[in-house]
């Protein structure tokens, strides 16, 4: 088993910036692909960005392409996700997720173990 928690979140300004980190437990996160998916009210889950066991490879939501930067510290056991300029419509619960799967990390159902979340309010 694995426990994810996430931290970071806030209320911030149109074009401001926040960081999202997300803690394992249980076991060593190295094992594990990651993931960000975000849900707004009334909307379905949806990817945001993931990276491989190592890191060496990410991928970006193309809504997010440029703004977001994921990256991870296994000997920390931590997740990232860096936020900048940051846009109204980028306002949701953000969860990590991790997986072993070696299907498409795109895909919220591909994920084994979920984080409860964490507020990101952007004001216009």
């Known amino acids: 088993q694995v426990q994810l928690v996430e931290s970071g979140g806030g209320l911030v300004q149109a074009g401001g910036s926040l960081r999202l980190s997300c803690i394992a437990s249980?076991?060593?996160?190295?094992?594990?692909?990651m993931g960000w998916f975000r849900q707004a009210p009334g909307k379905e889950r949806e990817f945001v960005a993931a990276?491989?066991?190592?890191?060496?490879?990410?991928y970006y939501a193309d809504s997010v392409k440029g703004r977001f930067t994921t990256s991870r510290d296994n000997a920390e056991n931590t997740v990232y996700l860096q936020m900048n300029n940051l846009k109204p419509e980028d306002t949701a619960a953000y969860y990590c997720?991790?997986?072993?799967?070696?299907?498409?990390?795109?895909?919220?159902?591909?994920?084994?173990?979920w984080g409860h979340g964490t507020q990101v309010t952007v004001s216009s």
């Open positions: 249980g076991r060593t996160l190295s094992r594990y692909a």
């Open positions: 990276l491989n066991w190592i890191g060496s490879r990410t």
């Open positions: 997720a991790a997986t072993t799967s070696t299907q498409s990390l795109i895909a919220p159902k591909n994920y084994d173990y």
